[in-house]
């Protein structure tokens, strides 16, 4: 006999008033087995917090490894971002003999980051020995183990998506994509709170477990979550000739796609080459714990999620995408301004504000940039039919920005530091402080050019509204956007 317990009215009534996913699940996908599912997604947020808000840091403060090293080792998970849209295809003409097609990629890739996140300790030990004979053993193990992990990562999440988009009825599939975007965020702020409890006293044995409790994680939450999630085909994939050229070259050929693409680079690039030297300014400039840098990633994170909750209900009221991702770039110059005056200041207040500000900018701009590319690829379009390309060029271009926006913040940080410490550029400027401040501003810089590039795509999405809104039923209610049409 079982025991029902019923739900009190209040809750039914507001339930899904504040539980925005609540309605994300239906009789074939329940929500204990979304829920289940979402966990690829947590192992996500929890090894890049690992990587961006704790390994960086440590690195360059504790192990003395050089920035431009580090920023290098952080970015290459980024290399393997325009792999994305290749992997999504195979994964969907994946020709196996047991009928499955998304599993195998997710097994592969969740053995990619053990392997990775195993050798990481070892490299991290070497590091940490003064003999030189030993500190490029330390660097091959560290890059091996940052190849993996970055191979893992992408494989891992892109053929997870896909899974989802496959369990999923028509529907409902906007829902359950937007909460496993939402479980990203959540993994990042959870794994580097945690990280950051457990780093308040640093020792590098800590560190060395701490890297080893994740990999372990990591084997047993993807194991959970693919744990009978895909049903076996009767029939194998095939794979099409020609098929993913001849829509690359159709995607290209829309006369917007080249300047989006453009402007979708650049302002990830502005807002990401802070990434790798956040942390290292935190504890070298304002002398912050390994705990507290540790737990940045999640007020980025936070204001992130922030933007994207705002965010659903300004474009319900009518905002334009454009103009969302321009007020995300406008946001981002006084969150840089911030972080660069707290230095001088010694005021980490400001800069935790600042840390979660360049967040949630960042986050609009994002939010602002995919609804575009959704705008692009809607029904009707003469993309309509290529969604799915659009969207992952969308990922793969912001991804790649990213790690290459990492890497070259790291290197300028080494070689501005050198020519400042040496007098090079002016007795005034022989400070620490100068080589973190001249990253800020070429970001700062990077975001007025972002700036320009979104004035022809906001006028020319205008001019295609007023041509169109002669052929459209001005009685028609316009269609909500909310988190639960949002895709991740």
Not at 172 to 184: C, E, G, I, Q
Request: proline letters at 5%; glycine letters at 10%; one cysteine or more.
């Amino acid at each position: 006999m079982k025991l029902r317990v019923p739900m009190p009215r209040w809750f039914t009534a507001y339930g899904t008033r504040f539980m925005p996913f609540a309605d994300a699940a239906s009789p074939e996908l329940p929500m204990a087995r979304l829920l289940r599912l979402s966990l690829f997604q947590v192992v996500i947020g929890m090894v890049t917090a690992l990587l961006v808000g704790t390994l960086n840091r440590v690195m360059i403060v504790e192990l003395q490894v050089p920035a431009w090293w580090v920023a290098l080792a952080v970015a290459i998970p980024m290399v393997f971002a325009p792999l994305r849209t290749l992997i999504g295809y195979r994964s969907d003409t994946h020709p196996s003999a047991l009928g499955l097609r998304r599993i195998p990629y997710m097994w592969t890739g969740t053995l990619l980051l053990f392997g990775g996140l195993s050798i990481m300790p070892f490299a991290l030990l070497l590091l940490s020995e003064p003999e030189a004979a030993n500190l490029w053993v330390g660097q091959l193990g560290a890059c091996l183990a940052f190849v993996l992990v970055g191979t893992g990562i992408q494989v891992t999440q892109t053929a997870g998506m896909a899974l989802a988009h496959d369990l999923a009825t028509d529907d409902k599939r906007p829902r359950v994509v937007a909460l496993l975007y939402s479980m990203l965020l959540v993994g990042m702020i959870v794994s580097s709170a945690v990280f950051g409890t457990l780093l308040a006293d640093f020792s590098p044995q800590k560190l060395i477990q701490l890297v080893q409790g994740c990999a372990v994680m990591v084997a047993v939450m993807n194991l959970a979550a693919l744990w009978k999630q895909e049903a076996r085909g009767t029939k194998r994939g095939r794979r099409e000739a020609g098929g993913f050229a001849n829509s690359w070259r159709e995607l290209m050929a829309e006369p917007q796609m080249r300047r989006f693409l453009w402007t979708l680079a650049l302002g990830t690039f502005a807002f990401n080459m802070q990434d790798i030297v956040l942390e290292p300014y935190a504890a070298e400039i304002l002398k912050l714990d390994v705990g507290s840098t540790s737990a940045l990633t999640a007020l980025s994170a936070g204001g992130a999620l922030l933007a994207f909750l705002l965010s659903a209900r300004w474009l319900v009221g009518g905002m334009h995408a454009c103009r969302l991702a321009s007020l995300g770039v406008l946001l981002g110059l006084p969150a840089f301004a911030m972080v660069i005056f707290s230095g001088p200041l010694e005021a980490a207040w400001m800069f935790r504000i600042g840390v979660g500000l360049i967040g949630f900018s960042g986050g609009l701009f994002s939010v602002g940039m995919l609804v575009t590319a959704m705008g692009m690829a809607q029904d009707g379009s003469p993309l309509g039919k290529l969604g799915g390309l659009v969207i992952g060029t969308w990922g793969a271009v912001q991804a790649t920005s990213a790690g290459a926006a990492m890497a070259l913040g790291g290197a300028l940080r080494d070689g501005v530091s050198v020519l400042a410490m040496s007098g090079a550029l002016g007795e005034v400027l022989v400070t620490p402080i100068t080589a973190y401040s001249f990253v800020y501003h070429v970001e700062m810089y990077l975001l007025f050019v972002v700036l320009v590039a979104l004035g022809p795509m906001l006028r020319a999405s205008r001019l295609a509204a007023r041509a169109e809104a002669p052929k459209t039923n001005t009685h028609t209610p316009p269609q909500p956007f909310g988190l639960a049409q949002l895709p991740g």
